[in-house]
Structures are given as structure tokens and as C-alpha cells.
């Protein structure tokens, strides 16, 4: 715009040069205040602050790091810088992954894949992020332009689709699969998928791919009455996967088969997203980071602030050919953990014996401790549906029930040796 | 900006009518055609929405209330509407307040009382709701701007002021007594206050003034680390006042003193500051709209995912005077209060077994019940030092070491009774 009205001045000038007549240059010289004070209009629009280089713990107003570098000299977290290295996907650019996506990008964070094919509307207006003047817009195309405008050092990637269908998974997967952000990158181009969407099938297909993919992941979501949630971390053979065990909300005593109905929509509030996005995330900080506990499922039943918290182990059964394939994986692999987990123990003893401490049992940076993986865990539920803790239910059907999508991509893995993985399952559990 | 254009294109049309000289026309017409693209552009930029008379339940894509109506069909809460009649108060437009403003702005609440003196800086940045391009604004004005956009239907009332100063308490008081928003409401002019202030003297001060106007409030915070924090709920003479009893946060660990040092700052967290937020505000729905249960204090440490709740009673020795004559006011209206809810249990008993239910125990919609005041709270603490539940410490100096500020407008009240009020509550605490 500015360029146009500079245009426009020099127009202007030419033709006050041409007139002959000096009654007219009155009429002119009026039209150039009235282009300057466009101008100066024009200029009032925002502007975006410039990249910066490093991230500075400088305590300046003018510094949008330094309150996060505190966390560094404040023994909280080790090194904030790192956070500029991660890649987090967020699926579902909702309620919730709108306000994840805007927390992780003020927290600095790298990079950040966005995945929706949803458009803006004014009923989105009642939870946080997106503003009435983007009404229409793709909500991932609102995303990247309020996002870029809060921090434009973030690398944002905006993918609009839908991940349940068969073009979809595929852009999907291989977007997961890119590592031109990170080359040094192990395992998949991404550090955490978050898993943000509000219905089954699409849950389903994250945990499809991060199977797949050996990618942990984390799972959110709203009740349809709008006043709980939850989160969960899914770490493909260590933990349950999402086929594994039905999905848990907490309980909500609304029965789903009433919202099919024509012209009846869920509830929402942005303060039970906003909680969720900010539980999702500051796990996500500690997962990435490596500071605190990462909660394996935590609850939020807002009518009472209860917050139920719980883990479940993989079941041996699951349904899903590529979690059979990651649990072998994970059993396979236990000598190794062990191996590594006494020699740093034994690194550390010795490291704490040479400055004169007390060699055993001190806590250690990471919290890491040698531990039977045999050994069950306190608070851990089996995948029987009667052993969930108190005020848990099932909301959604068992993974059995649902018509599982066959997207192309998926690999069909054929288990080489399955008998052979039940038995060393059976034989862990009978310990 | 569009006024200015057509005013220049008026100009345009009589400068071509003046000209004598062909070839001048030409360069007129091109002016022209600047100005057509210049309105174009400017049509681009943002149009709120108009606002809304009442708030519909249509399931469409265009209603901003939707999902929001959908809670009173969901049997969440009785009368959603009812919103609008509300006043909040938020003292504070920073990490917690300005995100509380968000969420209440985008419930559709009536009217909004925003207090703050400070500006935007690019060091907030790193919490949601302001944007690079409102640095140098005060908080207010930039939350304004942004609120009136999101939702045109909520009054706001911006104050640019600093509650802790002689002028700025009186403005604060009196601007909490204003009932022109809702003539018929009881009590003072607002249905709650949110403390969202960083330090010490100012929540003090929200104390002072709320004890004055017998005013419920709720207070929040988050730790210096950024990694913790609490809301709180104080009803003069009802409950402990925030000086009854020294405040609280959940355990930190980090020493206030080391805060001090030049240019070390706080830490802060977009997630914790959203959680907490949001923590406030659905309790704030819930006090405002009678559904669920309102938390009289909530903790949430964040590196372990953990949640304190506990109950304080007031402080019969507490040093605030106006705190004291709402106890002596709460314990006198003790009959009053025990007959109404006799009655109302009675009326309630009688209409169910006029439907034929069984009459006695069953639960009442306002989960009311008559409890003798007297009989000690499960989980409710004394104002011993010693008495806080496990995960809970004082970050902050206990009342009596704080120079209560005396602003001028503050009453002095003397307590005509005291010893006699001393005696009624010594007797309180024997039985």
C-alpha cells in the first residue's frame, strides 16, 4: 500500500509541474495532504518484529527470550536454547492444537508441522486463538499467519488435508519422514507428534502412523459436554498404543449416541482447551527438554478439579500389526537398556565417589535409575476393562469394534515370528 | 482510511471537470485508477462482527455462541444466558489476567473491568495474548483492541491505573461500586474480582478493597520459576482473607531472595500462566453459573503433575479490621442463614414427596445441604504455620511482617465490639 501511495505523490507532483493554471495547484496540494495522511495510516499497520539470531538471556524489555532463558539460570531446565533443534507435528488445528501450536511457538520452538482441512467459522469464536477476521480462511492458513506474526523465528510448515484419507496419510507420513530440518536427526524427521483432533478414526490414523513410524507421540482431548479432558503419552512398544486399550476420558455421563442427532453440536470452553493445550504442552517441554515428569496419562474433571492420573502398559494382543512389531522390538531390546542404564549408574558412582560423595542411591540429573522392567509398575492398569482407576470410563468403542482404515502407505507388516513374541510376553507377564 | 479515499476521488473527478488541457486527463485517470486499488486494499483489512442481541442455540456455522448454548442443552448449566449479566473484574492484564480477559471475552460474559498501569514489552512475548506489533501500548489499550474485536458484545471498561497508589485505590473502589451495568444488582457493582497481580502489595491491596466492599474475589499466581502455581478462593468473614493467613504456593523450592540480584528476572511459561488461566476462569463459570464445585484453593505443580487442594477458615486473630467485621457479620447472620436452608430443604422435601420420591437425603439441585457451621472442615486447615497439606509451603512473607499499605479511602472502621467478637469466636473455635 505504501508503495502505492508513493506512486500516487509522485502523480501528483508531475501534475501541479504541468498545470498553467494556479487555482488548480490549490486543489493539488490538497490532494497531497490527503496522501500523506494515508501514508501515514498505511504505516500504523502492524509490522513484524525481525528474526534473531541467538537466543539471548539479556534482561531487556526488548528481548522475547529472556524470560525463558531464566528457566536456565533458575536450574529448571539445563539448556532452553535447545528448543530452537525440535520438530513438533500438531494434528487438528482446533480448539486445542491452535493453542498449543501458539504456545510452542512463544516458547521458541524450532520447527513446527500443521496439520487441518477445516476452514475458520464464528462458532470457533468461543475458544481461544483464531479471531473473527479470519472467518473463511483454512484454519492452518489462520494459524500461519497469526503464528508468524508472534514469532518469526519459528520454521512453520502448514499442510492442509485430511489425514484419513488415502492421499492424505501419505503426505502425512512422508511430511513425518522429512528430516531436512534436522539431517543429524535419529529415527523419524520429527521429535513429537500431538495429537490434537476430536473424533476416532482420526486418533486411530495418528497411532497408525506412529506405529509405523517407531514416533512417540502424545494424545489429547475435550468430553463432548465440554468439561473434562485428558492427555496421554504413547511411546510405540513401551507403552499402550492407542489400539491397545479403548480409549479413556474421564467420565462424563453423557452417552454419545445423543449428539448424533441432526442440528446438535458439542460443547466447547476455552478455559477446559486452554488447560488441556497447556498440560499437553508443558509435558511436551519436559519431554523435549528433559526436565520434571512426563505424565503417561493425566486427566482434568473440571466440575470437581479432579485430576486422575494413570499408565498403561502395551497388551500383547493389540490388534495393530506394527505395535506387535514395536513391543517385540522393546523386549528385544531390554538387555541393551539395561547395559546402558548400569553403565551410566556405575559412570555416575564412580564420578560422585571421585568428588567424595555418597556413591549410591543420590539423585541423579536425568532421575534415571537401573529398574526391572519386570517389575510392575505402581498405578499401572492391565488392559482389562474392569481395572480402570476410580472415576475413569470407557467414552469411546474398543478398538475391535472399529472398521480399521486401510490407507494406502501403510505397511501391512507381516509379524515373522509372532508366536514367538507371545510366548516372551507371556513368559514377561507370568513373572 | 475508505472515507479519506473517497474523498480523494471526489477531488479527482472535479480537478478533470476543471481542466482545460487534454493531456492532463489522461494522468488524472491513472490517479483514478490508484484510488480504486487503494480501496480495494483497504477493504481487505479486518471488519469486526456486529453484535448480537441474544445468544442463540442454532447449530450453524455463523452463531459465535453455539458451542456455548450447547452446555445449558447438555444439562452443564441451567441458564447459559445468564452470562451477560455479569461484571468481572480482572486486576492484573498480564500472563494470567490478559488470557482470563480472553477466555471470559469469548464465554460472551456482560462486562469486563481491565486493570493495569504497565506496557507491552517484547519480554511478554513469551505468554499467549499480546503480539509484537502492540509493544509499547499500555496492557489495557492492547487488550481492548484485541477483546472488542474478538467479541463486540461485552462491555469493557479499561483503567490505566495503579491500584497501590492513594489516587489509584480510590479510582479502583469506586469503579468496583458502579452498578450503572445492572441498577438491580445487591452488593457492590461487580459479581467477582480476579487478583492476576505479580507481587505482594497489590494483592494486599485487592485484599483491603474486597474486605471493605464485603466482595468475593479469587486470587492466582505462578512461581518465580514459572513451573507452579495456585488459584484461591476468599469470601470476606467466610473465609481466611489473604491476610489472615500467609499465602501460599505450591512448594518451588527457589529462595525469593535470589530474585533480587540486578537483572535477574522471573522465568514465566506460556503453558503454566494458560493452565492456571484457565483453572481461574472455569471456576469462575462455575461461581457465576451455579454448576459444579468451586475450588477454595487449587495448586498445580507442573514437574510432577500434581494438584493440592485445602480450605482455609478466616483468621479470628487476623490483622485486616474490615476482614474482622465480616466475620463478626458471617457469624451473626449464622441463624439466618441455617433457617433458610432449613426451609429450603424442608420446600424441597415436601415437593418430593408431592412427586411421590422419597423425601429426605435425596441430592438437591444446588447440592445444598444444612451443615452446622461449627463442625470442622475435612481437608480445612487452622492458620498454624505447621498445618499446610503435604506439597504445600509459604513462598511469601506472613501478613504481620507486611507495611500494610493505608491508602487514603481505605475506612479505618473501628471495630465497636471487638472483645465481643473475640468471645463469640472463642467460643466458636471451644465447641
Known amino acids: 500500500m505504501e508503495v502505492e501511495l508513493k506512486e500516487m505523490l509522485d502523480d501528483l507532483l508531475s501534475l501541479r509541474k504541468s498545470l498553467s493554471d494556479p487555482s488548480l495547484r490549490a486543489s493539488i496540494d490538497q490532494m497531497q495532504v490527503r496522501v500523506d495522511r494515508l501514508t501515514h495510516l498505511a504505516k500504523s499497520v502492524p509490522v513484524r518484529r525481525t528474526k534473531v539470531k541467538d537466543m539471548s538471556a539479556e534482561v531487556v524489555d526488548s528481548n522475547p527470550y529472556s524470560r525463558l532463558m531464566a528457566l536456565q539460570r533458575m536450574g529448571i531446565v539445563e539448556n532452553y536454547e535447545r528448543i530452537r533443534e525440535f520438530s513438533v507435528a500438531i494434528v487438528g488445528i482446533g480448539g486445542v492444537g491452535s493453542v498449543a501450536a501458539e504456545m510452542l511457538t512463544r516458547c521458541g520452538i524450532g520447527r513446527l508441522l500443521l496439520y487441518d482441512y477445516d476452514k475458520v467459522e464464528l462458532a470457533n469464536m468461543n475458544r481461544l486463538f483464531f479471531r473473527p477476521e479470519q472467518v473463511g480462511m483454512t484454519k492452518t492458513d489462520a494459524a500461519v499467519q497469526t503464528l508468524s506474526d508472534i514469532n518469526p523465528d519459528v520454521v512453520l510448515e502448514s499442510y492442509t488435508l485430511n489425514i484419513t484419507t488415502v492421499q492424505g496419510f501419505e503426505t502425512f507420513m512422508s511430511s513425518l519422514k522429512n528430516k531436512t530440518f534436522r539431517s543429524s536427526k535419529e529415527g523419524s524427521g520429527v521429535d513429537l507428534v500431538l495429537s490434537c483432533v476430536d473424533n476416532y478414526e482420526a486418533r486411530m490414523v495418528v497411532n497408525q502412523a506412529c506405529n509405523e513410524l517407531n514416533q512417540t507421540w502424545m494424545e489429547s482431548g475435550v468430553s ?174 474398543s478398538a475391535d469394534e472399529f472398521q480399521k482404515p486401510q490407507p494406502s502407505g501403510a505397511t501391512d507388516t507381516a509379524i515373522d515370528d509372532l508366536e514367538d513374541l507371545r510366548r516372551q510376553l507371556d513368559a514377561l507377564n507370568a513373572k
Open 224 to 397: 463432548e459436554d465440554a468439561v473434562s479432558g485428558h492427555i496421554q503419552l504413547l511411546i510405540p512398544g513401551e507403552t499402550a498404543c492407542f489400539a491397545c486399550a479403548p480409549p479413556l476420558v474421564v467420565a462424563s455421563g453423557v452417552d454419545e449416541r445423543t449428539l448424533k442427532r441432526e442440528g446438535v453440536c458439542a460443547a466447547s470452553l476455552p478455559t477446559t482447551m486452554g488447560v488441556v493445550a497447556g498440560l499437553l504442552v508443558q509435558n511436551t517441554l519436559k519431554f523435549l527438554l528433559g526436565f520434571g515428569h512426563v505424565s503417561p496419562y493425566l486427566g482434568y474433571s473440571s466440575l470437581k478439579d479432579f485430576f486422575p492420573t494413570m499408565s498403561m502398559k502395551p497388551n500383547p494382543q493389540c490388534s495393530n500389526a506394527a505395535c506387535l512389531e514395536r513391543q517385540k522390538e522393546y523386549v528385544l531390546a531390554k538387555p541393551a537398556r539395561d547395559d546402558a542404564a548400569k553403565a551410566k549408574m556405575e559412570a555416575e558412582a564412580s564420578a560422585a565417589a571421585a568428588a567424595g560423595d555418597v556413591p549410591l542411591h543420590v539423585d541423579n540429573e536425568w532421575n534415571i535409575s537401573v529398574v526391572d522392567d519386570n517389575e510392575p509398575e505402581k498405578r499401572t492398569c492391565g488392559t482389562s476393562s474392569d481395572a480402570l482407576p476410580e472415576g475413569l470410563t470407557r467414552e469411546l468403542p
